[in-house]
T-cell receptor, first 114, second 113 residues
Framework: GNSVTQMEGPVTLSEEAFLTINCTYT??????LFWYVQYPGEGLQLLLK?????DKGSNKGFEATYRKETTSFHLEKGSVQVSDSAVYFC?????????????FGTGTRLQVTL | NAGVTQTPKFRVLKTGQSMTLLCAQD?????MYWYRQDPGMGLRLIHY???????AKGEVPDGYNVSRLKKQNFLLGLESAAPSQTSVYFC????????????FGDGTRLSIL
């Protein structure tokens, strides 16, 4: 079946540091890939997405490239801010007859300090 | 825009009690989903619905029932709560179209004693 593997957290960085959160996946067919972010006490919000190989999703300074050859979708940001502290989830869609479903990784907690 | 609204936000139950969690969306979305979030396990799909009057099982449906009598509402029921159902529950909705993202509510934190 489909699965998503994320790097273990928590990840602690100083403000303005470079961020990479690794995500690899196993899936049949051609899934779409997503990064969601969860701020404390809130639900998940879509951060970015990519729908086919070599697509790059980007939003709020975050980027991720859909790499089919390495089955990866790593999240990067050049300079993190304290306000980026949150839990980040990598996810992929799978289609089963009548509906698409999201398969999530376990989440990576990011803590950014001054 | 309210988006996806979940009620209640917090609840404590005793083992064996029943309750219903309500999810309401005002975006006219066809698809709705219920997930549970547990530490170290990400989000797992409980049940979902592809339209009014339809429901289907997800990854972890046991112990839960759902109903979608109106397009905008998706109810999750626990008939006899168990401590293993202590979790944070999230509802999500999305429009039709294969790559449309899901929109999430803020969650319901449920504790079963």
């Amino acid at each position: 079946g489909n699965s998503v593997t994320q790097m273990e957290g928590p990840v602690t960085l100083s403000e303005e540091a470079f961020l990479t959160i690794n995500c690899t996946y196993t899936a049949t067919g051609y899934p779409s890939l997503f990064w969601y972010v969860q701020y404390p006490g809130e639900g998940l919000q879509l951060l970015l997405k990519a729908t086919k190989a070599d697509d790059k999703g980007s939003n709020k300074g975050f980027e991720a490239t859909y790499r089919k050859e390495t089955t990866s979708f790593h999240l990067e940001k050049g300079s993190v801010q304290v306000s980026d502290s949150a839990v980040y989830f990598c996810a992929l869609t799978s289609y089963t007859g009548t509906a698409s479903k999201l398969t999530f990784g376990t989440g990576t907690r990011l803590q950014v300090t001054l | 825009n309210a988006g996806v609204t979940q009620t209640p936000k917090f609840r404590v139950l005793k083992t064996g009690q029943s309750m219903t969690l309500l999810c309401a969306q005002d975006m006219n979305h066809e698809y709705m989903y219920w997930y549970r979030q547990d530490p170290g396990m990400g989000l797992r799909l409980i049940h979902y619905s592809v339209g009014e009057g339809t429901t289907a099982k997800g990854e972890v449906p046991d112990g839960y029932n759902v109903s979608r009598l109106k397009k905008q509402n998706f109810l999750l029921g626990l008939e006899s709560a168990a401590p293993s159902q202590t979790s944070v529950y999230f509802c999500a909705s999305r429009p039709t179209g294969g790559n449309q993202p899901q929109h999430f509510g803020d969650g319901t934190r449920l504790s079963i004693l």
